[in-house]
C-alpha cells in the first residue's frame, strides 16, 4: 500500500491530533533512521559548566531521597543510576543549574533543526539521571541503542576522563555506519537528538561520573525512575499534580499538562526492509511502566 509505505510517526501522530481535542496526543520524537542524519554538539569553555557547578550537582546527588536503579545488576553493582527529578528534589535544590540546561537543550534543538522553536518551547524534563559507572563495568554494547520518545538529551560529564576514570567512551553511529566517539571534558556537555543511536564503552578503571537529562514532548516528570508514561500523572510519582510540586521558575506558561495519550499504543518506527517487507514497530503506551531495567544514557 503506498499510503503506508509513507508512514512516519511525525504523520501517525499529525493523523491522530486531527481526529482528537487539542493536547490529548503527544509526539514529534522522529524515527531513529532519521535521527542519524543529525550531528552531536559539545559545549565546551565558557558554554560548559563551571567546576562550582559540577561540585554542586555532586553535592546534590549526595543528599540522598532519590530513586535508585543498579544497571550492571545482576553481574555486579558496579553502575549505579540515581533518579535526581524523584519529588522534584534536584528541581528544588537546583533550579538555576536546571533552568540553564533546560534552556540548552531547547537553543540547540532550534539551531541545530531538530525542533521548531514552538517545539523547543514545551520540552520539559523527563528524567535527571546521576550515573556513577565504577569499574570492572558494563557500558552500553548495542550500537543502535537509543532514548526513546525523548526529543534531546544532554550528558554532562562530572568526571576528568583518564584522570578519573578510563574507558567509558560514548560513540554515535553515524550515517557512513561508523562510530564517532565523542571525547568530552570535566563541565563539558554533549547534546544530541535523542533518537539518534549511541553506545558506551566499559569502563575499565576507576568511577565515570555523569549528569545525563532527557528532555521530551510530556509532563515534567517526578517518579522516581526513567518514566515511559505520558499519562498526566505517572502512578509512581508522589501525591500532587504534575506541575505544582515543581518551582515557579521551572513552570512555564506556554505548557499545559497534556491529557495523556488515548490509545494503548502508538507508533515506534515505520520502514520497508531490505525484502521489501513494511516493518512497523509499536510501543506500549499505558500508564503501566513498560519494560524498566531497560538501558539508557
Known amino acids: 500500500n503506498a499510503e503506508l509505505a509513507l508512514l512516519t510517526p511525525d504523520s501517525w501522530f499529525k493523523t491522530l491530533l486531527a ?3 487539542p493536547g490529548a496526543l503527544l509526539g514529534g520524537a522522529p524515527d531513529p533512521h532519521l535521527a542519524q542524519q543529525s550531528c552531536a554538539v559539545i559545549l565546551t569553555g565558557p558554554d560548559a559548566l563551571r567546576r ?3 561540585a554542586d550537582i555532586r553535592k546534590v546527588a549526595a543528599v540522598g531521597g532519590y530513586g535508585q536503579e543498579i544497571r550492571s545488576r545482576p553481574k555486579s553493582d558496579a553502575w549505579e543510576v540515581l533518579f535526581l527529578q524523584t519529588s522534584s528534589l534536584f528541581a528544588r535544590r537546583a533550579t538555576p543549574l536546571l533552568r540553564r540546561l533546560q534552556d540548552v537543550a ?6 541545530e533543526g531538530w525542533l521548531s522553536a514552538e517545539q523547543a518551547q514545551r520540552l520539559q524534563p ?3 539521571e546521576f550515573h556513577c559507572q565504577n569499574a570492572p563495568g558494563p557500558g552500553i554494547s548495542d550500537p543502535h541503542h537509543y532514548d526513546l520518545d525523548s526529543l534531546v538529551t544532554l550528558d554532562v560529564m562530572l568526571s576528568t576522563p583518564e584522570v ?3 574507558g567509558g567512551q560514548l ?3 553515524e550515517v557512513d555506519g561508523k562510530l564517532k566517539e565523542h571525547a568530552f571534558g570535566k563541565g563539558d556537555i554533549l547534546v544530541f537528538q535523542a533518537h539518534k543511536y549511541h553506545c558506551i564503552s566499559p569502563v575499565i578503571q576507576g568511577c565515570r561520573s555523569v549528569l545525563v537529562l532527557e528532555f521530551w514532548d510530556g509532563p515534567a516528570r517526578t517518579c522516581p525512575h526513567r518514566c515511559t508514561s505520558f499519562a498526566p500523572r505517572c502512578p509512581l510519582e508522589s501525591g500532587g499534580s504534575v506541575t505544582s510540586t515543581l518551582p515557579a521558575a521551572l513552570q512555564d506558561e506556554q505548557f ?8 494503548p499504543f502508538r507508533l515506534g518506527s515505520c520502514r520497508r526492509s531490505s525484502g521489501g517487507a513494511l516493518e512497523i514497530f509499536w510501543k506500549c503506551n499505558e500508564p503501566v511502566q513498560c519494560g524498566e531495567g531497560e538501558e539508557a544514557e
Open 126 to 128: 523527563r528524567v535527571v
Open 171 to 173: 560513540c554515535t553511529l
Open 106 to 111: 531547547r537553543a540547540v534543538a532550534v539551531r
Open 256 to 263: 499545559a499538562p497534556p491529557l495523556g495519550r488515548l490509545l
Open 19 to 21: 481526529y482528537t481535542d
Open 164 to 166: 578519573d576514570f578510563r
Open 52 to 54: 562550582e557547578d559540577v
